[in-house]
């Protein structure tokens, strides 16, 4: 188990450093994040070089036991960066600048800040590459984190050869994979485009659609270019990069080949009463991006951070319980932003390993009661496939569907979340997967606002049904191509025969909002939805509403489980089942409202017959299997009793039933029935 923070020793005089590792020693640390900020102080000017004060501290970790992930510091170009080459700074959809005096002001499209990130990777890489004391990479910092999406000149040539190469050079392809017969938006050559810049009206969304992709391509190839740096120095250790969970701008499934192991900052908001679905969700996205490979936890606060708007502690406890929740969920690593607490600069008020006020606070307790409680644990079995129920969470969709100009407004990871909440309060363990990763490993698929699917994904989605699977999709599903086009034959054209089902309207509810903000590293957590359209349906009995839309639909084969009960849609279905093949299909016609949500998923978990991984889950308490390992956590205010038959990881005693206080976590080894497959791919956890 990885312990750590990122260690910024070039804050600190050297006198501090020798303290630095004594009392990373006494908290359990066994790795940090090198000089991710470093890039002025290695290089102060275009031909001035200091690795000196980088080799003392790499000798002083070295000689206290301490491992290094290394840094390449290309993530803040120094101020002669933006001086001698303002080109490299990026800008805003107005074209206007983004100035330096922050941090990740560069284009990653430019070709200067590319060469001049990569001289320093180059630099970086060959002095240490062969060093003892690293044992992994750390390329960039949280690409994209404050800069979405660049406008810039270096964007705009970067992006013709992008969509040439996309269109095999041909402007007609892209004009009918855009649909620019509409508005006279037809091009005569790759030449014409421009990135969406600020424009009187619309943009037309297929174009958006691409212009997200190359966004998150960019960023990638920044990322691509450190990598192979590395490797043509000879770097042998693991390369990779710290993810931000659910982070719109980067589709991490198209990154994730490329990271030998996957790492993620997650900042859960303690004011944020969904902030444990919400960071279990992240966790789950994460260890699904690389099936079977323990994943990092490489950020997380040990306390406050500085950048909400205000920044409450986390309670008693939460440091154990939320590190946990990574473990459970499959991480091998658990680090923090940051060692020691800065004394100056945007950050110096953001909660660290090390506080300012010293050792002597509950903190440093905490931290290096977490640092004992790891060091003691087992070796603990890699994350299996575990899971028998997934989510469907896909990038391209989000970006779609998020477009402007639709029937509603859809905040896509909102409406995830609260599906997704359905099924971990119930203590299911869920994948978060594309459409296409969907197989007949899983019993049960949920897939909300599936709104771009392509036909390779409906064809998964099919062939999983056929074969015995549970499917229940919503609304907003299956209305566009990979081009954010209509297909002919009107909407659910893949998934209507599956679904025993027809499609004629959406029905926009008056008003409706999905009301989130996005969850992120550094994101605003997902408020309660408010809408002000409603509608009514009944559901064995009980009566619940929907918001955002009641949709037209007609069964073709699909039974009528519950129908609308006002609005226009009034006696049509709000939810049908259908069998198909060897399994059944479900449509849920609104967005059902928090108890109708759970009502509508409680009915497709036992018609798919899948089981929690422990029965009658007391509220607060969550519950996650990796492998063998049954991982308690209780975050709720009283003490909860949960019976689980196997072994405690820790003390090696016999449990058949367990009292957990508030915040309390119990691992248990308690092997998995007959009935949960797994693979065997695993990453050799000595290698870090
Ligand atoms: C992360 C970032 C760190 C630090 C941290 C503060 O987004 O990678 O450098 O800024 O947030 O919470």
Redesign the pocket.
Known sequence: MLYGA?YNPDQWPEEVWDEDVRLMQEAGVNIVSLG??AWSRIQPAEDVWDFAWLDTVIEKLHAGGIAVNLATAT?SPPPWVSARYPETLPTDENGASYWPGS?QHFAPSSPVYRRLAGELVRRIAERYARHPAVVMWHVG??FG?HLPMDFSDAARDAYRVWLRRKYDDDIAALNDAWGTSFWSQRYGSFEEVFPPRLAPYSHNPSSMLDYRRFTSDMLLECYLLEREILLEAGATQPITT?F?GPFKPADYRRWAPFMDVIAD?C?PDPANPHRVRDAAFQRDLIRSLKPGVPWLLW?Q?TDA???RPSNPGKRPGALMAESAQSIARGADGIMF??WRQSRAG??KF?SAMLPHAGTGTRVWNAVTELGARLAALPELPAPGRDARVALVFDWESWWAVEERDHPTRVDYLALSLEWYGALHARGLLVDIVAPEDVDDGYDLVLAPALYLLRDAGAAALTRFVAAGGTLLTGPFSDIVDEHDQFRDGGFLTQLGPVLGLRFEDFGALAGATTGGTGVG??GAHIADSASAGAVAFTLEGSSFSGRLVAETVHPMGAEVVAAFADGLAVGRPALTRHPYGEGEAWYVATQPVADGLDAVVAAVIEASGVRPVVDDLPADVEVARRGDLVTLINHGDVDAEVSIEGTDAESGRAVDRLSLASQEVRFILAPAGPASRRVSARVDASAL
């Open positions: 990122d991710i900020f993530a941090r910092n949280e984190c710290n931000m900052d900042y950020e606060a951070v500085n950048w932003f940051q945007s950050e953001h590293a550094q």
